[in-house]
């Protein structure tokens, strides 16, 4: 089946430096990139996406790259704060299919030290 | 506007015991998903719905049913709870659009089968 690889498992940085986070997928009709924030015990959220006809999208502090033809794409958190500490995933969308799903990757746990 | 709703948030059942987990949105999306979330598995696709009186079955569905009566109200219900059922449950819900939407998560349902 179609999957999401992701990497690192978990990334430690100090305060003030840049975080990169990266993910490939497997299925070429994929179209469609969120990347979701977990702090503990709460919900996923949305932080950022992009669709496959961009290369690149920022918010602030938070950007994402997407290269097409090697089907990665990953996440540029820069000036990092030690509220950016938790759980991120990226997730690729099952293209063509016309249900939303989405596969998510593993999971990166980021720890900011102050 | 509540968004996502997952009720309950905490459930202690033991092997072989029956529950039913309610998720309700108010966004009136269209398509609804149920998750599990295991640690370094990610989150991980139960089953789904596209509309009212549809389901499909997603990356593990085995030991899981499904209803969706109403759009807004998706049920997730473990007949026979398993120890390996044991997870936290996530419920999302998305619009149709032409183009991939964003999917939207409640807070989470802690299992425990013991």
């Known amino acids: 089946g179609e999957n999401v690889e992701q990497h690192p498992s978990t990334l430690s940085v100090q305060e003030g430096d840049s975080a990169v986070i990266k993910c490939t997928y497997s299925?070429?009709?994929?179209?469609?990139f969120p990347w979701y924030k977990q702090e503990l015990g709460k919900r996923p959220q949305l932080i950022i996406d992009i669709r496959s006809n961009v290369g690149e999208k920022k918010d602030q502090r938070i950007a994402v790259t997407l290269n097409k033809t090697a089907k990665h794409f990953s996440l540029h958190i820069t000036e990092t704060q030690p509220e950016d500490s938790a759980v991120y995933f990226c997730?690729?969308?099952?293209?063509?299919?016309?249900?939303?799903?989405?596969?998510f990757g593993q999971g990166t746990t980021l720890q900011v030290k102050p | 506007n509540a968004g996502v709703t997952q009720t309950p948030k905490f459930r202690v059942l033991k092997t072989g015991q029956s529950m039913t987990l309610l998720c309700a949105q108010d966004?009136?999306?269209?398509?609804m998903y149920w998750y599990r979330q295991d640690p370094g598995m990610g989150l991980r696709l139960i089953h789904y719905s596209v509309g009212e009186g549809t389901t499909a079955k997603g990356e593990v569905p085995d030991g899981y049913n499904v209803s969706r009566l109403k759009k807004q109200n998706f049920l997730l219900g473990l007949e026979s709870a398993a120890p390996s059922q044991t997870s936290v449950y996530f419920c999302a819900s998305s619009y149709i659009r032409a183009s991939n939407q964003p999917q939207h998560f409640g807070d989470g349902t802690r299992l425990s089968i013991l």
């Open positions: 299925d070429s009709a994929s179209n469609y």
């Open positions: 966004m009136n999306h269209e398509y």
């Open positions: 997730a690729a969308s099952l293209g063509g299919s016309g249900t939303g799903k989405l596969i």
